[in-house]
C-alpha cells in the first residue's frame, strides 16, 4: 500500500489513493472510533474476535472492501460473485474483523426454508452481527423470493432508525449495525437466478482468481524474509507444477 502511495506520488490526504484505503478515526466530539473508506463511515464494533490470521490486501481485496462499504453505507447488503476459490466468503468475513463486528457464516442448501430464516435474522437484527449466507442461489426460487421481503422489512426499519420491529409474528430489537452479505457461483448446476426485488437489495461485486504471487510475496515478507519477492515467484511457480503434474 505504501509504495502504492509512493509510486503515485499523493501528497494529499484528500488524494482517492490515500481516501479508497481503509482507515481508523478517534471522534473525540462523539468520543467513539470511526472506520472510513471513501464517503462511507462506519462505527468500530469492539467486538473481540481472537488474534487470528488475517488476509493479504491485494486490489481485488480493496476493490471489493471498497463495494462493501459502501453498501453498508447505504443500508444494503453485498453481493460477492465468482468462481469457487476466489475468496468470497474470506473477504466478507476480513472486512468484518476490520470492523470489530461478529459475522456468522452460513452455507446454504435447496432444504432451506423462509422460517429458518426468518430465525436468524431475528437473532442476528437483535444484536446487530452480520450474516453471510454462502452459495446463496442454491435456496429455491419460491423460498428467495419471501427471504427478500424479509431483508427488506428490516433495511426499511434501519433506514427509518426504528429501534423496534414486529418481524414475523415477533416484537423484535433492530440494531442499526446489522448487514446481511451473500456470495453466489454463478453458472452451475442447481443453481436459481435470484428475483430482480431481491438483487436490488445487494450491491454486487465481481471476484476473480487472486494474484498469488503477490500475497506470496507479503506473506514472505511478513515472515521476515529478506528476497520475498522473488521466494513467492518461485513458490506461486512450483504450485503451479505441482497441481498441472500430480494427481
Given at each position: 500500500v505504501i509504495k502504492k502511495l509512493v509510486d503515485n506520488n499523493v501528497d494529499s490526504k484528500d488524494d482517492f489513493?490515500?481516501?479508497?484505503?481503509?482507515?481508523?478515526?478517534?471522534?473525540?466530539?462523539?468520543?467513539?472510533?470511526y472506520v472510513q473508506m471513501v464517503a462511507a463511515t462506519r462505527p468500530y464494533g469492539y467486538e473481540y474476535l481472537g488474534n487470528t490470521f488475517r488476509l493479504v490486501i491485494t486490489p481485488l481485496?480493496?476493490?471489493?472492501?471498497?463495494?462493501?462499504?459502501?453498501?453498508?453505507?447505504?443500508?444494503?447488503?453485498?453481493a460477492p460473485a465468482g468462481p469457487a476459490g476466489t475468496g468470497k466468503t474470506e473477504t466478507t468475513k476480513?472486512?468484518?474483523?476490520?470492523?470489530?463486528m461478529q459475522c456468522v457464516v452460513f452455507n446454504c442448501?435447496?432444504?432451506?426454508?423462509?422460517l429458518a430464516m426468518g430465525k436468524f435474522f431475528k437473532?442476528?437484527?437483535?444484536?446487530?452481527?452480520?450474516?453471510?449466507?454462502?452459495?446463496?442461489?442454491?435456496?429455491?426460487?419460491?423460498?428467495?423470493?419471501?427471504?427478500?421481503?424479509q431483508i427488506m422489512s428490516i433495511q426499511m426499519a434501519i433506514r427509518a432508525n426504528e429501534t423496534r420491529l414486529v418481524f414475523e409474528g415477533s416484537?423484535?430489537?433492530?440494531?442499526?449495525?446489522?448487514?446481511?452479505?451473500?456470495t453466489m457461483n454463478p453458472g452451475y448446476a442447481g443453481r436459481s437466478a435470484l428475483p430482480?426485488?431481491?438483487?436490488?437489495?445487494?450491491?454486487?461485486?465481481?471476484?476473480?482468481?487472486p494474484d498469488y504471487a503477490l500475497i506470496g510475496e507479503i506473506m514472505f515478507?511478513?515472515?521476515?524474509?529478506?528476497?520475498?519477492?522473488?521466494?513467492g515467484n518461485k513458490m506461486v511457480t512450483t504450485f503451479k507444477l505441482c497441481s498441472e503434474q500430480l494427481s
Amino acid at each position: 500500500v505504501i509504495k502504492k502511495l509512493v509510486d503515485n506520488n499523493v501528497d494529499s490526504k484528500d488524494d482517492f489513493a490515500w481516501t479508497s484505503q481503509l482507515r481508523y478515526y478517534w471522534d473525540a466530539k462523539n468520543v467513539d472510533l470511526y472506520v472510513q473508506m471513501v464517503a462511507a463511515t462506519r462505527p468500530y464494533g469492539y467486538e473481540y474476535l481472537g488474534n487470528t490470521f488475517r488476509l493479504v490486501i491485494t486490489p481485488l481485496t480493496d476493490k471489493c472492501y471498497l463495494t462493501l462499504m459502501g453498501a453498508l453505507q447505504m443500508i444494503f447488503g453485498g453481493a460477492p460473485a465468482g468462481p469457487a476459490g476466489t475468496g468470497k466468503t474470506e473477504t466478507t468475513k476480513d472486512l468484518a474483523k476490520a470492523l470489530a463486528m461478529q459475522c456468522v457464516v452460513f452455507n446454504c442448501s435447496d432444504g432451506l426454508d423462509y422460517l429458518a430464516m426468518g430465525k436468524f435474522f431475528k437473532g442476528l437484527a437483535s444484536c446487530g452481527a452480520w450474516a453471510c449466507f454462502d452459495e446463496f442461489n442454491r435456496i429455491n426460487i419460491e423460498v428467495l423470493s419471501v427471504i427478500g421481503q424479509q431483508i427488506m422489512s428490516i433495511q426499511m426499519a434501519i433506514r427509518a432508525n426504528e429501534t423496534r420491529l414486529v418481524f414475523e409474528g415477533s416484537d423484535i430489537l433492530v440494531s442499526n449495525r446489522f448487514a446481511v452479505f451473500i456470495t453466489m457461483n454463478p453458472g452451475y448446476a442447481g443453481r436459481s437466478a435470484l428475483p430482480d426485488s431481491l438483487q436490488a437489495l445487494f450491491r454486487p461485486v465481481a471476484m476473480m482468481v487472486p494474484d498469488y504471487a503477490l500475497i506470496g510475496e507479503i506473506m514472505f515478507f511478513a515472515y521476515g524474509f529478506q528476497y520475498a519477492k522473488e521466494c513467492g515467484n518461485k513458490m506461486v511457480t512450483t504450485f503451479k507444477l505441482c497441481s498441472e503434474q500430480l494427481s
